[in-house]
């Protein structure tokens, strides 16, 4: 089997994860991870403006309390490396998207089972709060404030009794709160095991977001390993270099499925705490304003990151789709795509557990038979000219739309969220490669 290493030329209606090298993949699951990470910059924001300070504090330790216990575990079992200690939780560090690699550059050292320390030279995610000319109330809402329950919380799917202390954080200033003026390294963390302190205890939120269909899904595992090298799973020693080039092309097809699962997860939790706090109108506003950001944010990543999807005719629209993260995986939102003609494409979406989700006003429970915005959003960030129109006849599938390009129609303007996004420093970052294929450290 021939796997390849970008996907230029035409889209291939048979292609699928597993048909693309290690090398590929791995390229693509720092986007995944990336992407996944970016939710936060549609939607909190989003909170902040309508809600304030509170608001955004609240909806940012919530969405995270709720989904990354479970995901967490989910992890540890996929890459088998269950387990109760510091280097269980530094493992799921390195590969969710709380904390995207290289973005957020968190280094490690860890000296024993029960004590760790984790520290981060660069820190996107304080990156665009400097940038954007925040003197420190802001930092220290992230940085504190959401930070201590929702790191304990990360900490807590591995132990009860495992914590996360701060040697020193943000704001990068001289206030009582601060850790010093252009402090390098940005943070300082210790993890560890401390019987001095209680059980966790987990938010109500996270029992709903356990019975989830999203919570319980089989990712699709591949069947024969179709490439040599790399890792198959975490269920070695700690590796405090590791990246997502170190795991075989088996391994990543899994985790691709995997981190999408995360931030699917994460969605819903956001959407949940909405609805919790403000009530169902509120909450479905946010979560469609959410999916169409979000939706868009992935394009322009994909776009112009990996190799063959940049362009703006109909063949482009639809590899982005395949490639999407936010339908992944395939066991839970279920889509086909045809290329009807050179201007036009039907994406179908089959009765799936995305469609049926225990999530109300979820990503995919707002779909109907017209076209929702975000789907609108993903097209017309590869277009301006494209747009979605419910489809006459949608055959055996749920729904289905077919996507066009006009050349007379008015440009679509970028939805709210991306653009809230935009301003992230995120969306215009550039991985390296730190690793070389036989896993040594690739340095200069």
């Given at each position: 089997?021939?796997?390849?290493?970008?996907?230029?030329?035409?889209?291939?209606?048979?292609?699928?994860?597993?048909?693309?090298?290690?090398?590929?993949?791995?390229?693509?699951?720092h986007?995944?991870?990336?992407?996944?990470?970016?939710?936060?910059?549609?939607?909190?924001?989003?909170?902040?403006?309508?809600?304030?300070?509170?608001?955004?504090?609240?909806?940012?330790?919530?969405?995270?309390?709720?989904?990354?216990?479970?995901y967490?575990?989910?992890?540890?079992?996929?890459?088998?490396f269950?387990?109760?200690?510091?280097?269980?939780?530094?493992?799921?560090?390195?590969?969710?998207?709380?904390?995207?690699?290289?973005?957020?550059?968190?280094?490690?050292?860890?000296?024993?089972?029960?004590?760790g320390?984790?520290?981060?030279?660069?820190?996107?995610a304080l990156?665009?709060?400097e940038?954007?000319?925040?003197?420190?109330?802001?930092?220290k809402?992230?940085?504190?404030?959401?930070?201590?329950?929702?790191?304990?919380?990360?900490?807590?799917?591995?132990?009860?009794?495992?914590?996360?202390?701060?040697?020193?954080?943000?704001?990068?200033?001289?206030s009582?709160?601060?850790?010093?003026?252009?402090?390098?390294?940005?943070?300082?963390?210790?993890?560890?095991?401390?019987d001095?302190?209680?059980?966790?205890?987990?938010?109500?939120?996270?029992?709903?977001?356990a019975?989830?269909?999203?919570?319980?899904?089989?990712?699709?595992?591949?069947?024969?390993?179709v490439?040599?090298?790399?890792?198959?799973?975490?269920?070695?020693?700690?590796?405090?270099?590791c990246q997502?080039?170190?795991?075989?092309?088996?391994?990543?097809?899994?985790?691709?499925q995997?981190?999408?699962?995360?931030?699917?997860?994460?969605?819903?939790?956001?959407?949940?705490?909405?609805?919790?706090?403000?009530?169902?109108?509120?909450?479905?506003?946010?979560?469609?304003?959410?999916?169409?950001?979000?939706a868009?944010v992935?394009?322009?990543?994909?776009?112009?990151?990996?190799?063959?999807?940049?362009?703006?005719?109909?063949?482009?629209?639809?590899?982005?789709?395949?490639?999407?993260?936010?339908?992944?995986?395939?066991?839970y939102?279920?889509?086909?795509?045809?290329q009807?003609?050179?201007?036009?494409?039907?994406?179908?979406?089959?009765?799936?557990?995305?469609?049926?989700?225990?999530?109300?006003?979820?990503?995919?429970?707002?779909?109907?038979?017209?076209?929702?915005?975000?789907?609108?959003?993903?097209?017309?960030?590869?277009n301006?000219?494209?747009?979605?129109?419910?489809?006459?006849d949608?055959?055996?599938?749920r729904?289905a739309?077919?996507?066009?390009?006009?050349?007379?129609?008015?440009?679509?303007?970028?939805?709210?969220?991306?653009?809230?996004?935009?301003?992230?420093s995120?969306m215009?970052?550039?991985?390296?490669?730190?690793?070389?294929?036989?896993?040594?450290?690739?340095r200069?």
């Open positions: 089997m021939a796997l390849r290493d970008d996907y230029l030329g035409d889209f291939d209606p048979t292609l699928d994860l597993t048909g693309f090298s290690r090398a590929f993949l791995s390229r693509l699951m986007e995944y991870n990336l992407i996944g990470h970016l939710l936060d910059r549609s939607g909190q924001p989003l909170v902040a403006l309508e809600y304030g300070e509170e608001g955004f504090v609240r909806s940012g330790i919530e969405e995270w309390q709720c989904a990354s216990p479970i967490s575990r989910r992890m540890q079992k996929l890459m088998k269950e387990g109760s200690d510091v280097g269980t939780v530094f493992k799921n560090i390195q590969l969710e998207v709380g904390a995207p690699q290289q973005f957020l550059d968190f280094q490690f050292r860890l000296d024993s089972p029960g004590y320390e984790f520290w981060l030279p660069h820190c996107g990156t665009d709060l940038r954007n000319g925040d003197e420190g109330k802001l930092t809402l992230m940085c504190h404030d959401i930070e201590d329950p929702t790191f304990d919380a990360t900490a807590a799917a591995t132990h009860p009794k495992m914590i996360m202390r701060p040697v020193h954080r943000p704001p990068r200033n001289d009582p709160v601060g850790n010093g003026k252009d402090r390098y390294p940005v943070c300082r963390w210790m993890v560890m095991l401390s001095e302190v209680q059980d966790y205890d987990n938010h109500p939120n996270l029992a709903v977001m019975q989830t269909h999203i919570a319980n899904i089989d990712i699709a595992v591949p069947g024969d390993k490439e040599e090298g790399g890792w198959d799973n975490y269920a070695g020693a700690f590796d405090p270099h997502f080039e170190d795991f075989s092309q088996w391994a990543l097809v899994q985790l691709l995997e981190n999408a699962v995360q931030a699917t997860m994460l969605a819903h939790s956001y959407t949940l705490s909405q609805t919790t706090n403000y009530g169902e109108e509120v909450s479905r506003r946010f979560t469609s304003q959410l999916f169409e950001g979000h868009a992935g394009v322009q990543r994909l776009q112009e990151n990996i190799e063959g999807l940049a362009g703006n005719d109909i063949g482009t629209i639809a590899k982005v789709i395949q490639l999407h993260p936010i339908f992944q995986p395939r066991t939102i279920d889509i086909a795509i045809e009807l003609s050179d201007d036009r494409l039907r994406l179908s979406v089959n009765d799936c557990p995305a469609l049926n989700e225990t999530i109300a006003h979820g990503w995919f429970t707002q779909l109907g038979p017209e076209p929702h915005p975000a789907l609108d959003a993903l097209v017309a960030q590869v301006p000219r494209a747009y979605c129109v419910a489809a006459d949608p055959g055996s599938a729904f739309w077919d996507i066009a390009i006009d050349p007379g129609r008015a440009p679509a303007e970028a939805p709210i969220a991306l653009q809230l996004a935009r301003t992230s995120g215009d970052f550039k991985f390296e490669q730190r690793r070389l294929p036989v896993g040594l450290i690739a200069g």
